[in-house]
């Protein structure tokens, strides 16, 4: 026998999906993640070098419209022409006039207060000789505004920006005086460009950090070189102004303008993404400057991320819940379906093995397997309920043979009887039995179960013998009816007090080939019986009718041998033991019971004459008394009393009519009463037999006979002696 040796990539399904799934899906999502960062990389720093020339380009223009400005106002705040004569004076050198000066010093010393971002101000004549001066004395000329001054410039000129005492920016502007086109000095203003004040001279650096918002992007960082490599002024802090960096590649650069790129820069010591452009006609060149791992890092911190949860979300999600989709669609149901036939196997059986409702393959073995089971477990089923049927039928057999061999009487037989099939069957809830009356052609209710058969017998209910009601179509054509359910098909009509019944069933009863009766079963339920019921409820009806038949033929016989006068004395007794028990009673139209005190005239004239009797009580009215007649026999007497207008013969008619039907219907609730207490102590009997009958014991016997029958008898005292009277022993 071949062993079942493991093979090769013999694994579980599960290890089998996830390596199908890293190679199908993550490697490719690998790949279009790198693919993904790559163009968002481009495209970030294609952004950032937009983004640096555009605020380079805008820095300049600034830097040249405030230079201009700078330079036009400057212009005009000294060279005002009352101003000029008196530099003219001051400037004069061969007549040298201490009161012009001192005038020229005033002037300038105005134009200081006037603008407090002044520093220091100057009138030099040509020669470079300082004549007037204004403002902070510890302020030095600078040698570039000297060079210059040397130059012998026609216009204003912007000087250099150097370093104060405090390291503070400083910018010479070089103003000349020229009278009749002749060049007679100069006026130098030097400005702070860290005063935060503001006059008439605009401010060159002020915002000179100051930019837009950047979406996904770092700040710049602005720089202004002069063509030494001398740093300026910067935005970042940090980084030391005034220090020389020549290395920078903006001084390489013969126009001074590159295009945005990448480069290592001295100037923040990274590798960077920037740009440079000289300023208008100044020797300055403006830098911008982007740290490249700024420009990256909402790359790494933000679109990775977004990348992988989008690749995720997109694709790793849908395909792995699709892989999971198909693992559960296979391995579950095959887990599910191997744990089923487990139970089965071990006889655990489950009457309630789900189905799949797929049609693949997977779902095809597992509800044939399904199918199988269910079928096997219906077989089992099937047979219990067969087993459990025939228990009760079996039972139903077995009292209903013991009735027949135990009770004498018709009534006490049919009592118990309908008493046993509601005891072995629960699902009925009523049952009854007729006894088919040929002269009427109708079926007449016998016995019935609870209190709707007492009422029924009270009433004397009976249903022709017709197609209009199971009971009468069961007595036509001499075979089993069956109502399955009355709200689906009321083929039939059905008395009142059964519209709770949704089943019924009909069965006739057969002895020697003549139909005597039909018993009626009704359940609430719909479908409580069905076509299986008919042959065993057949079955049973012959056994019972035999029995029956023969008590019935001898309680007619018993009435034919000794006549209607033994039948009216029966009855009569009968009634005499139910006014001994029960004694006179009478009542009025209100419905309370009275004593009966006396027999009025009336109603002892009714009596003896048998007939109605009338007379007149008053002149506008008049009274009636008719005999209560049953079978020949006087029970009692109704008494009326009407206005004269009222009263007619047809009044006494009707009066008539609905005597006779009271007397009948007193006889059957006597009768009935009659047949409950001759059951109760039928009943009785089998009890105490059947005590009597466990018993082994001589003492024990006694015992329990004597406890019996004082208990069933009433008496406070029981005695039983058992001997042989010595006079008649033998």
Known sequence: MERNLPRPFDWPLRAKFGLGFLLTILIPLIIIGIIALTLRFQAQTNQAEDTVKIITDTKVNTFTQRLDDLTTTSTHEVTQPYDVELYQAALNINSTNPSAIQQANQTLDRIWSNNLSLVRIRLMHPSLITVAQAGQANIEVNQKSLEIISRKITATTIGSIYPGPFNEPLLDIIVPIQVDNQQIGYVVLTQNLDSEATDNLPNILRGFGEQPELQNLPDANLFLLDENGLLLVTSERGVLVFQNYRRHPALSESSAQLDPQRYESPLLRADVIGTYQ????????????????????????????????????????????????????????????????????????????????????????????????????????????????????????????????????????????????????????????????????????????????????????????????????????????????????????????????????????????????????????????????????????????????????????????????????????????????????????????????????????????????????TENQIAFALPVVLRGEVIGAIECTVEVAQFNQGMLQTAEELVERFAIAAENARLFEQSQQLIERERLLNEISQKLSVQTDFRQILQVAVKELGLALGTPETTISLNIDPLTAQ
């Open 278 to 617: 000289r300023v208008g006609g100044t020797s300055w060149i403006l830098v911008t400057e982007m740290r490249f791992s700024e420009v990256v890092n909402p790359l790494v911190s933000t679109y990775v991320p977004l990348v992988v949860g989008g690749a995720i979300m997109l694709l790793l999600v849908p395909s792995a819940v699709w892989l999971l989709l198909t693992y559960q669609q296979i391995v579950p149901p095959l887990s599910r379906l191997n744990r089923m036939m487990v139970e089965f196997a071990l006889s655990e059986r489950n009457s309630d093995f789900p189905t799949l409702k797929r049609s693949d393959e997977i779902g095809q073995v597992h509800n044939t397997f399904v199918d199988l089971t269910t079928g096997f477990q219906n077989s089992v089923s099937d047979a219990e309920a067969r087993q459990t049927r025939l228990s009760k039928q079996v039972g139903l057999f077995t009292d209903t043979a013991s009735l027949l061999r135990t009770v004498s009487e018709a009534n006490v037989l049919l009592e118990e009887f309908v008493r046993s099939v509601r005891q072995h069957y629960p699902n009925v809830d009523y049952a009854q039995v007729f006894l088919i009356d040929e002269a009427t052609n109708t079926a007449i209710m016998r016995v019935g179960t609870g209190e709707q058969g007492r009422r029924l017998f009270v009433q004397g209910y009976r249903v022709g013998l017709d197609n209009q009601t199971p009971i009468g179509h069961a007595a036509v054509l001499g075979r089993p009816v069956l109502v399955v359910d009355y709200e689906k098909a009321p083929a039939y009509t059905k008395h009142e007090i059964f519209r709770h019944t949704r089943t019924e069933l009909a069965v006739p009863m057969f002895a020697r080939d003549q139909l005597i009766g039909i018993l009626d079963l009704h359940s609430v339920a719909p479908e409580a019986f069905s076509e299986r019921d008919f042959t065993f409820f057949l079955a049973l009806n012959t056994e019972l009718a035999t029995g029956l038949f023969g008590l019935l033929v001898g309680e007619l016989s018993l009435n034919g041998a000794n006549g209607d006068s033994q039948s009216l004395q029966v009855a009569r007794e009968g009634w005499q033991a139910y006014f001994t028990q029960h004694h006179d009673l009478a009542y009025s139209t209100g419905g309370q019971p009275a004593a009966l005190k006396d027999w009025t005239f009336l109603q002892k004239q009714a009596i003896q004459r048998r007939k109605p009797v009338t007379a007149k009580v």
